[in-house]
């Protein structure tokens, strides 16, 4: 298993550029979320979503956006970036238990983004 | 409003001293998690608890649910366990249900 991984690493965008930041697991989790961190503060919730076919949002959400068409596959997509969206990305998947009301969090490694 | 807050922010220690960090929280959870993220930057998850103590290897978590604190305590630090150490409070009365982070703790032990 590969567990979460994100792509790219780094990138740096002028801007009002776009880009997607890409985002694959291959534990068959169904939920699967999108964090960002800047620096001293904690995680944000981003979007997240429940299954295929079911997004909602988090915290953060301006200037994002975000789809799931497979259980596999949460890209997030930033449409005109924007100095404020400098930080470094993290996206996760969980299971889902009968019964249980929290799962474990898996993260990816991380995408560092800097708009200039 | 759901908020977390971790004490200290920094924590410097030398190689085999017990480390306390706390995280308290504002709003009933369903669990409470502790997270390491790694120099490098990658964050994985320690534990995940709603109830009492768990213990893996050298890290212990406790939770108080009526005082609403949580504590992450590491016997015989070693240098590498210096990385951020994050506290998280999930409250969704659904499995997978969203998590509010504190800011975490740095922590640096010295050989």
């Known amino acids: 298993n590969a567990g979460v991984t994100q792509t790219p690493k780094f990138r740096i965008l002028k801007i009002g550029q776009s880009m997607t930041l890409q985002c694959t697991q291959d534990m068959n989790h169904n939920y699967m979320y999108w964090y960002r961190q800047d620096p001293g503060m904690g995680l944000k919730l981003i979007y997240y979503s429940v299954g295929a076919g079911i997004t909602d949002k988090g915290e953060v959400p301006n200037g994002y956006n975000v789809s799931r068409s497979t259980t596999e596959d949460f890209p997030l997509r930033l449409e005109l970036a924007a100095p404020s969206q400098t930080s470094v990305y993290f996206c996760?998947?969980?299971?889902?238990?009968?019964?249980?009301?929290?799962?474990?969090?898996?993260f990816g490694p991380g995408t560092r983004l800097l708009v200039l | 409003k759901n908020e977390v807050e971790q004490s200290p922010q920094n924590l410097t220690a030398q190689e085999g001293e017990f480390i306390t960090i706390n995280c308290s929280y504002s709003?009933?959870?369903?669990?409470l998690h502790w997270l390491q993220q790694h120099p490098g930057g990658g964050i994985v998850s320690l534990f995940m608890l709603s109830s009492g103590k768990k213990k893996h290897g050298r890290l212990i978590a406790t939770i108080n649910i009526q005082e609403k604190h949580s504590s992450l305590h590491i016997t015989a630090s070693h240098p590498r366990d210096s990385a951020v150490y994050i506290c998280a409070n999930g409250t969704g009365e659904t499995s997978g249900s969203r998590l509010t982070f504190g800011e975490g703790t740095q922590l640096t032990v010295n050989p």
């Open positions: 709003v009933g959870i369903s669990a």
């Open positions: 996760a998947s969980s299971t889902q238990v009968m019964g249980r009301k929290q799962e474990t969090q898996y």
